[in-house]
């Protein structure tokens, strides 16, 4: 074994990081791997329509074709600034037709509402028109120092919920994404507990019949893990927060991504393994707060913004194999206690990119989650 094998496997043990080439040859292990039934937990997608314009793809087209698969739960996004493209605009056609197709097909949705951070890059939505300067690197962003934006957030809010709490198809809210979470490593400022407090309030006001669905991401590694904390010491992250104001707590899980370039090989955060701690579900069951998985990797993260899209490979993050299997490590973590509610998978219009590029592998292993 050489020094450069020792170094991996001692940064794989210690510090939870693998060391690969990001590019490996195709395969049908996604064939083999044993599908755990998941009792009565419900199955989803997200919808992201930035990644399908970003991927080539057509909107109404690419929903369509996931919309005939048998899942039952869909998450959609108001997006703040492509509502509100300008001052006095409110324009809901795009969300309108995507909530028409999912109840054409039986789905109930989750609606996410932002406003500041919502899902799918770059989880960041707030119209220019309603920020005089952009929000101070290594801030809280608290109510006090940003009052227009707090009630400008809060109008937006009971806007889209009072447009749309009429729809059965709708069966809970999302409020902000990953709340107090730094966003990414790209911004470091972050929404302070009390200014999503007061969103929270609003909400609860413009509709108390529906519960409200708050996520957090969940580190897998310990690298990321210290970083996390680091980073969320002084009001703790966002599934913390979750567990303390939603009535759903999602855990974003995404247990293999790529930190960096290291010359034809790529260095990822690898935690496989990992488990939501024991005390999240303890606080859970105290409180009677249900609990789902808001994202479960289903497609590659490697280092650039967009997922690659290798002819006749795939991708060391997340191959198709993984979408079943990190399935099943969620499905391990449901209990009798602390049921799991529903698993949202996220990549889904990854699957149709790479369906018309020739390989359904992805789609394929998708539906096996419906057959075992």
Not at 111 to 118: A, D, E, H, R
Not at 135 to 156: I, M, N, Q, W, Y
């Amino acid at each position: 074994m050489t020094e450069f094998d020792y170094f991996a496997k001692w940064s794989e043990r210690m510090l939870g990081v693998t060391l690969a080439k990001p590019e490996r040859p195709m395969d049908d292990d996604w064939r083999r791997v044993v599908v755990r039934p998941r009792d009565s937990a419900l199955l989803g997608i997200s919808f992201r329509p930035r990644q399908v314009e970003a991927f080539g793809l057509g909107g109404p087209a690419t929903l369509d074709s996931l919309l005939a698969y048998p899942f039952e739960l869909l998450r959609l996004g108001a997006y703040w600034d492509r509502i509100e493209t300008s001052a006095g605009e409110f324009d809901t056609q795009e969300l309108d037709w995507q909530l028409a197709a999912a109840e054409r097909a039986g789905k109930m949705v989750i609606l996410s509402l932002g406003p500041i951070k919502n899902f799918g890059y770059p989880e960041y939505y707030v119209p220019k028109h309603q920020l005089e300067r952009p929000l101070r690197e290594g801030s809280l962003v608290r109510p006090d120092g940003h009052t227009s934006l707090l009630s400008a957030a809060k109008r937006f809010i009971c806007r889209v919920v009072t447009k749309y709490r009429s729809r059965e198809s709708v069966v809970a809210w999302q409020l902000e994404h990953e709340a107090v979470d730094p966003l990414g490593f790209e911004h470091s400022w972050r929404l302070s507990r009390d200014f999503v407090e007061s969103e929270l309030v609003t909400l609860r006001d413009c509709d108390p019949s529906r519960p409200v669905m708050m996520n957090g991401f969940l580190p897998t590694s310990s690298l990321v893990k210290l970083s996390q904390r680091w980073r969320t010491r002084d009001q703790g992250d966002s599934l913390a927060v979750a567990a303390q104001l939603g009535d759903i707590v999602g855990i974003d899980y995404y247990p293999r991504n790529a930190l960096f370039g290291l010359g034809p090989r790529t260095v990822y955060a690898d935690g496989s393994g990992a488990k939501p701690p024991g005390p999240l579900f303890a606080a859970l069951r105290e409180r009677g707060r249900r609990w789902m998985v808001a994202e479960g990797q289903a497609e590659p993260w490697e280092t650039t913004t967009l997922p690659p899209n290798p002819r006749g490979k795939s991708m060391f993050s997340c191959g198709a194999h993984h979408v079943i299997e990190n399935y099943n490590a969620a499905i391990s973590w449901s209990s009798r206690e602390a049921p799991l509610y529903a698993y949202l998978l996220w990549g889904a219009e990854y699957w149709i990119l790479r369906a018309r590029s020739g390989d359904t592998s992805y789609l394929d292993a998708f539906y096996r989650l419906f057959n075992g």
